[in-house]
């Protein structure tokens, strides 16, 4: 067991929700795939994000990454209300304020560890390197294969590394053990978990396993839309001790 290594009570909000709603509208129904959350993360913790498939996990996640909008609702990032940016102003959040890790690696297949990151860095105002983004995930001595040449789980440190290297303040990482064996998603996890405690950087990790949720410093816990329970662990597992 280790203790939760930030007062988590006290910290400032990374993010802030009011009322947010999203409603897609298909041929033939209305679907509500988020139903008036309200809620606060604090920075700089370690979020995981559970319940069913379709409970609004992943429509939040996307709302706070600037990646889709809420039909009604606030949301604001470190004070700056995300719910009232235009596109371009979402793309400029996007690009400077936050990482992306999925349960799909989307790397570039014919290029290697190194080239997938700088990917990142040449667009970053102020990134890593590649070697140290890659470093950081445990991969150093991979930085010149391909990913055909890589583990699953080296390619999802990829990814992160990816993710990193523009030095995000937040990391959204959806299912991104989703598609990986128990050993390789522990690596993933902490990968992850250094990257929270090395560099400060608020993560939030949705996620089917509940198992994980004993590593996070806060569990958010969704059911039909809203969220059902915030629960904050006094006490955290290292990822080695998950079960699976």
Same mark, same amino acid.
């Given at each position: 067991?280790?203790?939760?290594?930030?007062?988590?009570?006290?910290?400032?909000?990374?993010?802030?929700?009011?009322? %947010? +709603?999203?409603?897609?509208?298909?041929?033939? *129904?209305?679907?509500? @795939?988020?139903?008036?959350? =309200?809620? /606060?993360?604090?920075?700089?913790?370690f979020?995981?994000?559970?319940?069913?498939?379709?409970?609004?996990?992943?429509?939040?996640?996307?709302?706070?990454?600037?990646?889709?909008?809420?039909?009604?609702?606030?949301?604001?990032?470190?004070?700056?209300?995300?719910?009232?940016?235009?596109?371009r102003?979402?793309?400029?959040?996007?690009?400077?304020?936050?990482?992306?890790?999925?349960?799909?690696?989307?790397?570039?297949?014919? %290029? +290697?560890?190194?080239?997938?990151?700088?990917? *990142?860095?040449?667009? @970053?105002?102020?990134?890593? =390197?590649? /070697?140290e983004?890659?470093?950081?995930?445990?991969?150093?001595?991979?930085?010149?294969?391909?990913?055909?040449?890589?583990?699953?789980g080296?390619?999802?440190?990829?990814?992160?590394?990816?993710?990193?290297?523009?030095?995000?303040?937040?990391?959204?990482?959806d299912?991104?053990?989703?598609?990986?064996?128990?050993?390789?998603?522990?690596?993933?996890?902490?990968?992850?978990?250094?990257?929270?405690?090395?560099?400060?950087?608020? +993560?939030?990790?949705?996620?089917?396993?509940?198992?994980?949720?004993?590593?996070?410093?806060?569990?958010?816990?969704?059911?039909?839309?809203?969220?059902?329970?915030?629960?904050?662990?006094?006490?955290?597992?290292?990822?080695?001790?998950?079960?699976?």
């Amino acid at each position: 067991m280790k203790s939760a290594e930030k007062t988590t009570d006290a910290a400032a909000p990374i993010y802030r929700m009011e009322a %947010l +709603t999203k409603t897609y509208q298909t041929e033939a *129904v209305k679907v509500h @795939a988020l139903r008036g959350v =309200t809620a /606060e993360i604090p920075a700089g913790e370690f979020t995981v994000l559970l319940g069913a498939s379709g409970s609004g996990k992943s429509t939040l996640l996307n709302i706070l990454g600037g990646l889709d909008t809420a039909t009604s609702g606030r949301a604001w990032f470190k004070g700056q209300e995300l719910t009232s940016m235009s596109d371009r102003d979402l793309t400029r959040y996007r690009r400077d304020h936050v990482g992306f890790v999925f349960q799909f690696y989307n790397l570039v297949p014919s %290029l +290697t560890a190194r080239e997938n990151v700088a990917l *990142v860095t040449e667009v @970053a105002a102020h990134p890593m =390197t590649p /070697e140290e983004a890659l470093e950081r995930v445990g991969l150093a001595h991979r930085m010149d294969h391909f990913p055909a040449e890589m583990s699953g789980g080296e390619q999802q440190r990829v990814a992160i590394a990816r993710a990193i290297a523009k030095r995000p303040e937040v990391l959204l990482c959806d299912e991104p053990t989703g598609a990986l064996d128990s050993k390789t998603g522990v690596q993933v996890l902490e990968a992850l978990e250094k990257i929270n405690i090395d560099l400060g950087t608020s +993560t939030m990790v949705i996620t089917h396993n509940a198992g994980i949720q004993a590593m996070a410093h806060r569990v958010v816990f969704f059911a039909d839309g809203d969220i059902s329970e915030i629960r904050v662990n006094d006490h955290r597992i290292d990822p080695s001790q998950i079960e699976w």
